[in-house]
């Protein structure tokens, strides 16, 4: 294996309805699970940040009157239900897992404790980290650099719908090109829509290396940690 401690960050619209990304959906929960069951029976330590916009977006709910910091928070609970909704999905498949939580739910899952929570990686349970950085105005794409960091993971695997960092927007421009490689730097400068510049910097500064590829081709997550040529590596 290339990596053996990760952080998988999911969108919350991966665990939503295909044509919508809205609510959760059972086929692309259980497409998810089983790929991290996976990687997880053969060794392979996996934390996962999952977002919360299939149930809810703070920055776009705010917008209609409400204060950004309450319509974060109400985000970060989304983000608790899709955490919890793929643990079930996860251990359905034998793996166990924890739940650990930026704020304090302490009837459904634990308080993040970086300690216990590399215990648990160490265990060979899965662990999921809902609620973001407990902050509002922080994004969970922050959120998963952040965790990366203090978990002592080898690499960020961004899990989206398309296969890698395009020069355009491919559903758009069919003559849009995979970028196969690129700097932290070059993310920043070139402004290109990978993570929020915030989550970029934080990785840069600590040379962590992030992987942006397709979850929806069944075993691809299994391929990225082999090290296999696959989407876009973001390196310093």
Do not use: W
Request: glycine letters at 10%; a neutral charge; charged letters at 20%.
């Amino acid at each position: 294996m290339a990596y053996q401690r990760v952080l998988l960050k999911l969108s919350g619209e991966a665990l939503g309805a295909s044509a919508s990304g809205h609510g959760l959906d059972a086929d692309a929960i259980g497409l998810i699970a089983r790929q991290v069951a996976h990687v997880s029976s053969i060794g392979v330590e996996v934390a996962i940040v999952v977002g919360g916009g299939n149930i809810l977006r703070g920055a776009e709910f705010s917008k209609l009157g409400g204060h950004r910091a309450n319509a974060d928070y109400m985000g970060m609970l989304g983000t608790v239900i899709n955490a919890l909704a793929l643990s079930d999905a996860i251990e359905q498949c034998g793996v166990d897992t924890r739940v650990q939580t930026a704020i304090e739910i302490r009837q459904v899952a634990e308080p993040f404790v970086r300690r216990r929570a590399i215990a648990h990686l160490e265990k060979g349970r899965v662990v999921l980290l809902a609620a973001g950085t407990g902050n509002p105005y922080f994004t969970t794409d922050t959120a998963a650099a952040l965790r990366a960091r203090e978990l002592g993971c080898e690499v960020l695997l961004k899990a989206t719908k398309v296969d890698g960092v395009y020069t355009r927007d491919p559903k758009k421009h069919a003559d849009a090109e995979r970028i196969p490689a690129l700097t932290h730097q070059q993310v920043i400068e070139q402004q290109l829509k990978v993570m929020d510049a915030s989550a970029i910097s934080l990785c840069m500064e600590s040379n962590l290396p992030v992987v942006v590829f397709d979850l929806f081709t069944e075993g691809n997550i299994e391929r990225v940690i082999r090290g296999e040529n696959l989407g876009t590596v973001i390196r310093s």
